[in-house]
């Protein structure tokens, strides 16, 4: 396996096999070969098996709450812009339990790489449905299988203004970091939606039905007209993958949008904080 210089000799507590591995391996060897200072990133997850992964990632990490990866990675790059911010974590996590601070993420479009692990089942507490579950799956819970539509995160990602969206697998490497590349290039709120098979839980969403069901978008794909890239992005079986949409005028990010930036650019958590507004406020 290639040495990074974000590799951590720590336990893994995944099991064998595991889609989340590729992954971990993918997300070091990008930020290395994007030369990106180790201590200049943070990464912010919640809870789940794929939000353990910042704990095997030699960067800062925040390990929070179920489902509150985003608001705390919003605020680690509002008050320092200068970090390159990820989130991460399951599609249980981001659009379940995070569901809400997901749309409102979108909205605020923070400077941040939104990397999520989807293997359409919720896999630590061992295998119930989750928001992408696909209909009919069957679960120790859900015995007569899904009712319910799976979410579509691409399609509501673009409909709430989200200037980056993309869709990748973790079997096919090269696909994955570059997409991760372009991500972490955008200004702004980017989405990654990663294929990412749970080998214990989820017996039908298998690395050979995601490969089965998706198809790489071919290079000549204009990612640029938003009508377009909603229709692409409401396409299933088979899955396109790849950017399917980037918003080709640049939308002012939050940290440029905030109050607190529009006289002053020295990052906040370098700021001196004054006891007298602050008692003035609480006042
Ligand atoms: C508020 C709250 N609700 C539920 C749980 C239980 N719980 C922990 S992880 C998890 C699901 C994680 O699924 P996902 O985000 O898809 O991650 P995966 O394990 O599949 O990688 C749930 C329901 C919890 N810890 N906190
Ligand atoms: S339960 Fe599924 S998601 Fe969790 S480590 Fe095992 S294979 Fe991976
Ligand atoms: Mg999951």
Request: hydrophobic share 35%.
């Amino acid at each position: 396996m290639k040495q990074t210089r974000f590799d951590l000799n720590n336990d893994i507590a995944w099991c064998p096999g595991c889609g989340n591995f590729l992954l971990l391996q993918l997300l070091k060897e990008t930020l290395d070969e994007l030369d990106v200072d180790p201590t200049n990133v943070v990464i912010s997850s919640g809870i789940g098996q794929a939000a353990k992964m910042p704990q095997y990632v030699n960067t800062s990490f925040f390990n929070g709450l179920h489902g509150r990866a985003l608001p705390v990675a919003t605020a680690i790059s509002l008050t320092n812009p200068e970090l390159l911010v990820i989130a991460e974590g399951g599609d249980g996590d981001m659009y379940g339990e995070g569901g809400n601070h997901f749309i409102h993420t979108v909205r605020r479009n923070p400077n941040i790489v939104h990397l999520v692990h989807n293997n359409m089942v919720y896999g630590l507490t061992k295998g119930q449905a989750s928001p992408t579950s696909q209909r009919g799956f069957k679960t120790p819970l859900q015995t007569e299988g899904v009712i319910l539509e799976p979410l579509n995160p691409l399609a509501l990602a673009i409909t709430l203004g989200a200037g980056f969206v993309a869709r990748t697998f973790v079997g096919n490497r090269e696909l994955t970091k570059e997409v991760i590349k372009q991500a972490i290039a955008h200004k702004g709120y980017a989405l990654v939606d990663i294929f990412d098979p749970c080998v214990s839980f989820n017996k039908v969403n298998t690395f050979a039905w995601y490969k089965e069901h998706s198809y790489v978008q071919s290079d000549d794909w204009d990612a640029s007209d938003k009508l377009q890239s909603l229709a692409k992005s409401m396409e299933s079986d088979p899955y396109p993958l790849g950017v399917l949409y980037k918003n080709p005028e640049e939308q002012p990010s939050l940290t440029e949008m905030h109050p607190a930036y529009q006289e002053e650019d020295t990052p906040l958590f370098k700021r001196k904080r004054s006891v007298q507004e602050l008692t003035a406020l609480m006042e």
